[in-house]
Structure formats: structure tokens, C-alpha cells
């Protein structure tokens, strides 16, 4: 049966999944890799040297070819239906369809944080894929934030992350997008991680699956359509624009995960008597 | 649903992309949300105002130079290259980031009609002063953006536009250097790569 998968689009966990892709897009890779590695510049050219081990981009050639090939697949498939799709729904139907989408990753999440040894990230992942997939109408709704619970995105990446494994070079992968030799290590892990992977196979299933992912896509694309475009307008190197995003956004969610993790004192314990 | 509200925050912010600076002293947290407070009203009386798109342009440039440390913003992208850039190149590189800055400004404008500009708190982060604020537009999701400010030449100045620990000024940054390195380190190769992009805007408006 084919199966989803996520798709990395620009630093977002968005999309896609199946055993096909997954097919076309590990051997493309591989054959990829063989092609081009970038030249270092010498050690003695000191800025130019240092500006190379910052961006940590062994492969730039290869994923530059790689982010030519998605923009292309972007510009002619995937943002013409998205800006169908923004043209025939409204701003309040696409956050419901996100809040869906976000809830039914939920259960992945959970389990990333209980192996990232997040105890409380993991605790609120529970309680919003049981609040918002019963209050929530399945997820349709998040009334899991207005009762404190907010998302707090994360991936197998990242729980690595938490284990001190290294982002390593950056990669640009077909389909996928932007990722890395620690992040690309998500997609085997995403692609077990669902509900819909624990459930019985079905046609029905199958149908919600392949329906679920298109509407993933599309909703996240059409999100992107005005960002996107005005970073490709006023960027000089685009590629590295959505690569340093890329970097800092995931910084960013580990440095979110770690601050919503603090522990805190239940009010039911009792409290030290004060002097 | 977060990097959603991220990336719009980091696009609603652009006008500001620039905004950074040397050494500058640190501002009291209320008075950095005041000063943020005040340039976002006036940010939102330009851009919702009744003016022809040239002139919103034109006064959101002047708001911009008054507001952000724009005289500063060019070494702090430059970075390291600005040891490698020839005094020439250098006052080039300038020139032309102030006409950058400028189309960008004009491109985005129309995108912001309808704007609100709600300002939440402020903090002490490093050494600089966060303000947290919300951009809304209409059909669009919500933003969180962050303004970091300095003290520079005795008046607060917007340094950087934060959103979700994203700094803008080190992704344009690295945008820059992308260029330079591209290029074997020539600065002569950005110059180029901006006065490009310039010509590009100029045919497009």
C-alpha cells in the first residue's frame, strides 16, 4: 500500500509521502551525490573560507541542481492548484484544514518526544490530539490552545537533535526539499509515525490517505504563495535565502521544544514552608 | 500552524529586513515598546492610507530611514567582506543597499493594505530589546514579529526583525555571502548581483 510520507518544504513539515516517490527520490539522490561535491576555497582565503564551514554545504552543486529541479515542479504543478485552491476558499477553510492536518501528526509527535525525553512536550501532544480530535470535530477545530495547549512541532530530526547528533551538511533533496544529513534520517521515521499506519488497510484508508496528503500540500503551498514569491523577488541567491531560513527555523523549534519542557512544581505538591 | 504564522511574520517584516547595526547602547524595555509602538502606527497610517502607491513608497522610505539603523545595516550584511571590499567597493556596496532597501519597500507595498499593528511586550534579550508584536492582514494568518532595538546615536533604532528566533539581518546575511562566495570572494560579484536586481525591479514597475 502506498503510503505517506512528509515532505520538507522551506523548513515547514509539510507533505508528502509515498513508497513511489520514496523509489524515485533515494536513487536520484544517490546518483546526485556522485556528481558534484562544492571545491573548498583555500584555507588561506580566511573569509571565504570560514563563509564555506558556516553554510556547511559540501553538496551545493548537487542540491542546487536539486532546488532548480523542485522549482520547476513548484512553478508549473504545484502553485498553479494552489492558487486555485486560494481562489475558491477562505482564509478560516485553510486554517481548519492546517488544524487537521497538524492534529492528525499528532501521535508522531508524541512519540518523538517521549524518545527525546520530553516529558511534558509529550504530555501536551496527547492532550491535543484527544482534545481536538473529540472537542476538535477530529481535528477540524484546535480548541487544545485555547485551553493552554499549544503545538509544539517537532520531528524524528529533531529528537536526534536531542540526543546530540550534529545537523551535519545540508541537503536539498528532490521532492522533499530542504533537509539534512541528521534531518533526512525524518522521513523513514514520519513515514511509520501515523494513525493512519496503526489502522487497519482498507480501500477507504487508502482513499483518506492519498486525499489527506494532496490536501496537505496544496493547503501548505497556497500558505506560501505571497512569501515565496517575494523572497524569489527580493532575494539575490534564493537558494541560500531558504537554506539560512531553513537553519534557523530548525534551531529555532529546538530552542522552543527545550523551553516548553521546563518542569514546574504541580500545585498539588506540597510546598515548602516558608521561614 | 507555528512556521505558517513564522513565515508570514518573516515576510510582513521585510520592509524592515535590513535593519541592523554596529555597537549600539541598550534601551529600556518600555521605551523600546513605545518607540515600536509609535513606528508601527505610523507604519499603518502610510501603508492604509488613501496615497497614490509612489508616494506611500516614498514616505515609507522616509519612515525607514527615521526608524531603522539603515546607515548601519550594509557593514552588518557585508560582515567579513567588508574587510575584503575596497573603500570604493564598499562605498558602492552602500549605495546600492539603500536602493535595494528601497524596492523592496515599493514591491511589497501593496501587499499590506488593511494592516494592523498590535504591540504584546518587550523584553531584554542579549544585548538587545525585544518588542513582540502581531501584524495582522486581511485574509491572511496572523504574524508574531519581533523587533530588536537598539540605542543608536542617542535614538532607539530597529536593529533586526525577529520571528520565531529567526533573525532576518543574518538570512539576508547569508544571502549576501552566498553571492561573494560564489564568486570567489570578489565583493565586485554582489555589487553586480544587486545592481541586477535593481535593473530587474525597475523594469518590472
Known amino acids: ?275 | 500552524m507555528i512556521f505558517r504564522r513564522f513565515i508570514l511574520g518573516a515576510v510582513a517584516g521585510l520592509p524592515m529586513l535590513a535593519a541592523v547595526s554596529a555597537a549600539q547602547a541598550q534601551v529600556a524595555p518600555d521605551a523600546a515598546k513605545a518607540f515600536i509602538a509609535q513606528s508601527g502606527q505610523q507604519l499603518v497610517t502610510i501603508v492604509n492610507g488613501n496615497a497614490a502607491p509612489a508616494q506611500k513608497a516614498d514616505e515609507l522610505r522616509q519612515l525607514v530611514d527615521q526608524i531603522v539603523a539603515v546607515d548601519q545595516v550594509g557593514d552588518y550584511v557585508l560582515g567579513r567582506y567588508k574587510n575584503v571590499a575596497t573603500p570604493d567597493e564598499h562605498s558602492k556596496f552602500l549605495a546600492l543597499f539603500h536602493q535595494l532597501l528601497s524596492y523592496n519597500i515599493t514591491y511589497q507595498i501593496k501587499a499590506y493594505q488593511g494592516i494592523t499593528f498590535t504591540v504584546n511586550g518587550s523584553s531584554v534579550m542579549g544585548s538587545d530589546t525585544i518588542v513582540d508584536t502581531t501584524i495582522t492582514r486581511p485574509g491572511q494568518a496572523a504574524a508574531d514579529v519581533g523587533w530588536a532595538v537598539d540605542e543608536v546615536d542617542g535614538a532607539p533604532k530597529i536593529v533586526d526583525v525577529i520571528v520565531a528566533g529567526t533573525s532576518l539581518r543574518i538570512t539576508t546575511r547569508n544571502d549576501y555571502a552566498s553571492v561573494v562566495t560564489s564568486h570567489g570572494g570578489q565583493v565586485s560579484a554582489l555589487l553586480t548581483a544587486m545592481q541586477t536586481l535593481i535593473d530587474r525591479h525597475k523594469a518590472a514597475n
Open chain 1, 1 to 275: 500500500m502506498l503510503k505517506n510520507s512528509v515532505l520538507r518544504f522551506f523548513g515547514a513539515s509539510f507533505a508528502k509521502k509515498s513508497r513511489f516517490l520514496a523509489g524515485v527520490a533515494v536513487p536520484s539522490l544517490l546518483a546526485g551525490l556522485l556528481v558534484g561535491c562544492a571545491t573548498p576555497p583555500s584555507q588561506s582565503d580566511t573569509a571565504d573560507y570560514q563563509a564555506y564551514i558556516q553554510q556547511n554545504d559540501p553538496l551545493e552543486p548537487t542540491n542546487r541542481v536539486f532546488y532548480s529541479v523542485n522549482d520547476k515542479i513548484d512553478r508549473y504543478a504545484l502553485k498553479p492548484v494552489a492558487e486555485g485552491y486560494v481562489h475558491i476558499t477562505t482564509q478560516p477553510i485553510r486554517n481548519h484544514v492546517s488544524d487537521f492536518v497538524t492534529n492528525i501528526s499528532e501521535p508522531g509527535r508524541l512519540i518523538y518526544f517521549m524518545f527525546g525525553g520530553k516529558p511534558r512536550d509529550a504530555g501536551t501532544s496527547l492532550v491535543r490530539f484527544l482534545v481536538d480530535s473529540t472537542i476538535g470535530i477530529g481535528g477540524i477545530f484546535d480548541p487544545a490552545t485555547a485551553l493552554g495547549y499549544p503545538e509544539t512541532d517537532t520531528d524524528f530530526g529533531l529528537t536526534l537533535a536531542e540526543w546530540g547528533v550534529p545537523a551535519g551538511p545540508y541537503l536539498y533533496l528532490p521532492v522533499f526539499g530542504p533537509s539534512g544529513a541528521r534531518d533526512v534520517l525524518y522521513l523513514p521515521a514520519a513515514y511509520f509515525l501515523t494513525p493512519i499506519e496503526a489502522a487497519p488497510s482498507s480501500t477507504a484508508l487508502t482513499v483518506f490517505s492519498y486525499s489527506e496528503t494532496g490536501l496537505r500540500l496544496v493547503n501548505t503551498r497556497a500558505e506560501y504563495i505571497d512569501p515565496i514569491d517575494q523572497i524569489e523577488a527580493t532575494a539575490l541567491d534564493p537558494y541560500a535565502t531558504f537554506r539560512s531560513l531553513y537553519r534557523q527555523q530548525r534551531a529555532s523549534q529546538l530552542q522552543l521544544i527545550d523551553q516548553r519542557d521546563t518542569p514546574t512544581v504541580p500545585d498539588w505538591y506540597p510546598q515548602p514552608a516558608q521561614k
